[in-house]
């Protein structure tokens, strides 16, 4: 029930960035590290037979098994602009038009590189939820100021989220995009709620957002692998 209760409350979300996109020309989504493609399948049936538009979707994911299992799955219900590519996000490449790349729960640096994969293949919107934060908890230090926030582990885990997605959203924006953070479901749901969400237009000057970034990465020592990912400097 409270994976049901995700995957609808993700749709919403997915659904408010693109809806005033011309209905007469098909969307094109890439789901990141789709695992059972859960999501994915509900969006494909929302778009397709609900509202009526076309669109093909890209879900892409290390297991090639079980992108095969998918690939079957979707064969069965007949959604044939489903397409399964078993390999590593970060080596999926995709050449045409992408409307929105997103991820649901990737682990790690599997969230930077499904971010990665939106930028380098321009897509105008970017939906992001990670799953863990242990390399970037792994790399926080504290200064004296800070130091209090990360002595009991709950709060460095929360810090972790925090510090590494508001360093991700800065990047996404130096590279075009307006980014925030949200709740997108409520935490009964899942404690692991919080999106990060872009749209290709017009952020801060970029000198302002390197500030910014170099202020947190100062703070905390931590660098995302999404900097190295992005040619960051």
């Known amino acids: ?86 390999c590593d996000v970060g080596e999926f490449e995709h050449g045409g038009r992408v409307d929105a790349v997103y991820s649901l729960h990737a682990c790690d640096d599997a969230t930077d590189k499904v971010m990665a994969l939106a930028v380098n293949c321009g897509a105008r919107n970017i939906l992001s939820v990670s799953c863990c934060q242990h390399i970037i908890k792994k790399q926080i230090r504290t200064n004296p100021v800070t130091s209090p926030l990360s002595r009991h582990s709950v709060f460095k885990d929360k810090l972790a989220y925090m510090v590494g997605d508001s360093m991700r959203a800065l990047l996404l924006e130096m590279h075009g995009y307006e980014a925030d953070a949200i709740e997108f479901v409520t935490a009964t749901a899942t404690e692991k709620n919080i999106m990060v969400r872009a749209r290709v237009g017009q952020p801060k000057p970029r000198a302002v957002l390197v500030q910014d970034y170099e202020g947190l990465k100062a703070s905390f020592r931590v660098t995302p692998a999404l900097e190295e990912l992005l040619g960051y400097r």
């Open 1 to 86: 029930a409270k994976k049901i209760r995700q995957i609808l409350a993700y749709l919403e979300a997915i659904h408010s960035q693109v809806r005033k996109y011309s209905r007469k020309r098909e969307l094109v989504f890439i789901d990141g590290c789709a695992g059972n493609c859960h999501l994915s399948f509900l969006v494909y049936h929302y778009f397709t037979n609900i509202e009526q538009r076309p669109v093909r979707i890209h879900c892409v994911d290390y297991n090639s098994r079980l992108m095969a299992k998918n690939a079957e799955r979707a064969k069965e219900l007949g959604f044939e602009n489903m397409h399964f590519h078993g």
